[in-house]
């Protein structure tokens, strides 16, 4: 008997390069990959949102959202996606589909988005230059405050933008949620994009 | 160095004087300064003649100083990056600019072409009507070739343009467009509340006319004012001061488009830098303070070189020390035109006389002409003396009918001044006219946007920035900001009279549109042959419709046209003014959508594996998917093609179609959800099991069609074709919220969750035996036909097997998630190699499903029913569905309907072709027997010839029936026979077995 | 143009995909063939407000009812569709 080895590759292992692009210097964008994460669609069953709403608030602690915002609960992030649902974003193992079937097993329908989305998160100086090149969303800081949300598109591809927490020293990071099939093809207009402000390249573990 | 630029003046204007640039016109190398435009810099260097016209190849100068400049087009730069009819008064001058002349051959001096001249009589209004009707066959061949040669504005480039360019949203409370006094103070007004203020200025420099005229402002300078007043905004971190950046156009909801030359300026961009930027704003208030353009007068002679517009003079005057002539004559019907006879003299040059259309002058300018010792000739200008070197006399009629001449080697011109009422108007506004200055002002402007200053009619310094300032702290309250501080700058209001003047009679040709070469008499022809409205009289002469848009020819034109029909000039009214302002590059709108990034791509999960094995891709929508994996010896794709089918047919092979549209179908409704999209029922599927399905529009026309499983009671998973994936998500999404909202479904695309691949083969169950969990058991009655339930594969991930065959073979879809995906093609390999395994492309897919007489993309063409296609049985008489009740329409259930039939060519060696029509045998193909088309076709190695299925008229009841096929196209007829569609395996033991 | 969606906000007109005539209602099963025939093709050619049907797929997946006038393409209110989200609809 063959063995076999199931290895799990990133939609972006070949286009992602860990080292500087475009403009030499200090980068004034940083894009990393978010690797190993757990993305699990929860949507109200008709007639259910507070069921639901219950459900989410006895399991996580924290309401879910229910406008474009992102919240932040003990080890996952619950991120508006769309009228009566979220998503369920935690760290590999954390909250698999497998642990919230229960939970909402009388309100919500569940469907694992952790294979069919890729995470990246933009900050530095020139984040909001760059994005400003993709997204047709206000980012200004009152507009689009730590913790906003918005399912909107990039390059014609649905994607989920969010504000994560600011960075050490007060700079915003942004979160983009986007289709692994054409996440090598968003990577690349962003590396477009960003060339001339200098990018700095990577990916992690860390949700921001 | 300024020895070489002969007509620089020695002191004054904006120029920086230490750095010094050379550039190169026609061939020729000149100096200018930083801070020049390349017209400023041709200006200085004494150069009258910088172009030819389109139509006569008349010599032609400098008419203006800005972005209205109908006649000092060059093409600029060389090469890749050469660009054909680039304005000399915008271009600025950098090191190496390197720039030539338009429409002239072989020199711009010495023009074969300006032989037009001779034959203007043929060129009058409609001459491309008149001229090229007929025979048509002379358009492509004869007329358009030779219209661009003798006319064409400039050479483009003719090869891919190097630079990139892209695209950015913004977003602001108050838009400002212009940045003289009025934007300037609005500007002020609004970031003084704290709005986010956005200011586009087309220029290098903020000011706009203070760069040029001058004045007094809150008693200071205009200069130190103007500094003031950047330092203020310079200051303000939400007022974002956007210079060489034109606002274009508005669109609806307040979204504006702007472009902005960031590196136009310099030889080439710095890398990694674009070249321009198309910037899409989204602002909540707008004010258009773009200021106004000053306009011609006609008469005869109007367009030689060094006649130029008044206000443009003192631009190359005082803000650019440069000299347009040495001994100047100004003609003018306002009191403005007068600012130029003050800014010559104070330059230290030569004023001839002032010809003043008015019948009286102030006590002002009458001291001023004593004390400049020059005669005020009161009159009109009605012909020019000179030629490609320029003016040398100028014959005035007097008012009273006597003559006078005057000598001179420039004439500045001064006809009033038209607000840019452009923006304004760009909502099919129309601007009303005012009589008090003689010109249109916008009568109201697009949700949003309000005109301030100049482009409101306001042309005093101190309304301008008492417009500007209340528009720019309205705009802001409307916004939603408080009340600013500060108070409203303060100037003089200067005098302003203006008798009306459009067109002077006399000998020679007066042009109104320089670049079109549009005439005075041209638009007298068009009245007299019945082009009375101005929409008509545009198309019928051209006017207005070069790439300056009639910016300095449009009101003269509509005036001209007013006299000659006996009517008002508001009577006779405006065109429609459209976006954009200013010409934008194609390259701009493109942004990075071009090349390789033309559009998004989509990856399959096991791309980058096929492309590791040598794949061959195919763009299919936005998916790139494997077409064939050629092997080193085959000699072309049919080969290759041919033996991953034999492969498969003959052993096992695999597939990605991870690209089918993936759906979870949620809900305790979900069952009675997909009985009303789908033509077969589904609520009565077992757990486990897969179907089928088809879905038609609600016309009755088929839609799509896929296989769907039920995983629990309440979920399914549905599948789409490719090409319809996006939309059948939003069809079933409608179908959820709008047409059955009671439903308890919901809705979510798996398709990037999952890798999905087909394995097909009869040595498919002993490739699956090896990588999945023995535990599992694949036999026929562990597994059945039609299967559909979760499996451990080897090694420790769990997939999903459905036991579903396109291709006629015992084959099973395998899924797991996303990632696993390249890990999945590897290890079908590891498993398959004992069994000769062959991953197969789309192309092998295409030809099994031919062989199988499974429709497709080509069958499911908008036009076909179920029963077309065969699948008639499918359709439910128990329920209600989409497109139930309009499928039994009597023309969608006519018994001659064109129906799915096989067909083989009667001649075993042909090659069939989509697309050929079906004719019955032995009649000549026309419309009348036309009796379908050929949809599909393939080489099947399994028949060993093309086969192919057709749509036929009666198709079904014709089998064995022998018809012709004929392709106009390519310019072939044959004989093909109608068969039954399924040419492989038609009891279907193979994929049951 | 811009569309202000209920759940999102308002967004550029990219986001979103035009269906048209957000009136006919689409007949009860067992209704004629005319009745039908009317609800697919019969449509107003409207010159003012118009209901339309909007979907607003490049974002958050509603459908929405949209009063637009065709003459001006200004927007005067967006409603989401009846069954948009998991609001319980009786019907
Ligand atoms: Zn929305």
Redesign the interface.
Known sequence: ???????????LE?ALVSEPY??QGEAGVALTEIRNFDLV?V???????SE?ATAAKGHFGVAAPET?KAVRTADATLIW?????FFVLSKGGRQSVKSLVPIFAASA?????????VLISISGDKAR?LL??L????L?PA?FPVGAV????M????VTLWRGNDAPGGRAVFNVLV????A???W??ML??G??YGIEIGHSEELA | MTSSQSNRLDTGGLIDRSQPLNFRFDGKTFSGFQGDTLASALVANGVKLVGRSFKYHRPRGILTAGSEEPNALVELRTGARREPNTKATTAELYEGLDAASQNRWPSLAFDVMSVNQLFAPIFVAGFYYKTFMWPAKFWEAIYEPAIRRAAGLGRAAGVADPDHYDKAWAHCDVLIAGSGPSGLAAAVAAGRTGARVILCEEDFALGGRLLSDGGTIDGMPAADWLSRTQAELAAMPDVRIMTRTTLFGVYDGGTYGAVERINDHLPSPPEHQVRQRLWRIVAKRCVVAAGALERPIVFAGNDTPGVMMASAMRTYIARYAAAPARRVALFTNNEDGWRTVGAALGAGLQVAAVIDARAEISAEHRSLASKGGFPVLHGSVSGIDGGKNGVRKISVSLTGGARAEVEADGLAVSGGWNPAVGLTSYHRGRPKWRDDIAAFVPDGAPPGMVAAGAANGAFGLGACLREGFAAGAAAARDAGHGSGSGATPVADDEAFSLAPLWHVAGKGKAFVDQQHDVTASDIELAQREGFESVEHLKRYTTLGMATDQGKTSNVAGLAIMAAVNGKSIPETGTTIYRPPYVPVAIGAFAGHHRDENFHATRLTPSHHWAAEQGAIFVDTGLWKRAQWYPRTGEKDWLESVTREVKAVRGGVGFCDVSTLGKIDVHGADAGAFLDRVYINTFSNLAVGKARYGLMLREDGIVYDDGTTSRLAEDHYFLTTTTAKAGLVMQHLEFCRQVLFPELDVQLTSVSDQWAQFSIAGPRTRDLLKEIVDPSEDLSNEGFPFMGAREVALRGGIRARLFRISFSGEMAFEISVPARYGEAMARNLMIAGKPFGVTPYGTEALGVMRIEKGHVAGPELSGTTTAADLGLGKMMSTKKDFIGRVMAGREALVAADRQVVVGIKPIDKARRLRSGAHIIPKGETPGPDNDQGYVTSVCFSPTSDQWIGLALVERGRERIGEIVHAHDPLRGEDYDVEICNPVFYDPDGGRQRG | MRITCPFCGERELGEFTYLGDAKPVRPAPGASQDEVYDYVYLRDNVAGAMEENWYHGGGCRAWLRVTRNTLTHEISSVEPAAGAGARQVVK
């Open positions: 008997m063959a063995e076999f080895s199931w290895e799990a590759r990133s939609p070949r475009g403009v669609q949507m109200a069953r008709r007639g259910k949102a639901m474009p996606s769309g009228p009566d649902q329908s569940l469907s694992d988005q952790s294979h069919a989305r230059a400003a090149k997204s047709s969303i206000d200004y507009a918005a399912a909107t598109s390059d014609h591809t649905s289709f692994a099939t054409f090598e093809s968003l690349q207009t477009d994009s060339a001339e």
